[in-house]
């Protein structure tokens, strides 16, 4: 799979070991190549998401173009913390802080700069 935006070849979203070898049959893709990570999921053109580090917290923009509901951004706030002082395990949250109809017209290029001001003014 190829990303929207550079036209590289994305990783799949999956751990592989050295030596390792597993099938590509994977839905959700990887492009680390764009200033900001792109995710795009097989089978469904319509939707990707971008990851933001913005004030010390991490960010998910995902944009979905549906033909039945048009435009649609949602941002998810992601929050790691460590599980009983481990340095080695970690819980992981994604919380829906915002979902609007809209297309944001967000890129790699212009995500960090346009965050700020969707969170302000949505």
Same mark, same amino acid.
């Given at each position: ?5 550079? *036209?590289? @070849? ?6 592989? /070991? &050295?030596g ?12 680390l %190549?764009?200033? /900001?990570? %792109? @995710? #795009?999921? !097989?089978? $469904?053109?319509?939707?990707y998401?971008?990851?933001v /580090? /913005? *004030?010390?917290?991490? $960010? +998910?923009?995902? #944009?979905? $173009? &549906?033909? !039945?509901?048009g435009?649609?951004?949602?941002? $998810?706030?992601?929050?790691i913390? +460590? !599980? ?8 992981? !949250?994604?919380?829906?802080?915002l979902? @609007?109809?809209?297309?944001? &017209?967000?890129?790699?290029?212009n %995500? +960090? ?6 969170? %302000?003014?949505?």
């Open positions: 799979m190829k990303c929207k935006f550079c *036209n590289t @070849r994305m990783l799949p979203m999956r751990a592989l /070991h &050295g390792s070898r597993e099938s590509a049959l994977f839905s959700t893709w990887e492009c %190549v764009c200033p /900001h990570a %792109v @995710r #795009q999921v !097989q089978n $469904y053109p319509d939707w998401s971008l990851l /580090h /913005h *004030n010390d917290k991490w $960010y +998910e923009l995902s #944009q979905t $173009y &549906g033909s !039945q509901t435009p649609l951004l949602t941002i $998810y706030l992601i929050s913390e +460590e !599980q009983d002082d481990s340095d080695t395990t970690y819980w992981i !949250q994604s919380e829906k802080i979902e @609007r109809k809209m297309d944001a &017209g967000l890129t790699p290029q %995500v +960090e700069s346009k965050l700020p001001t969707i969170l %302000v003014f949505s």
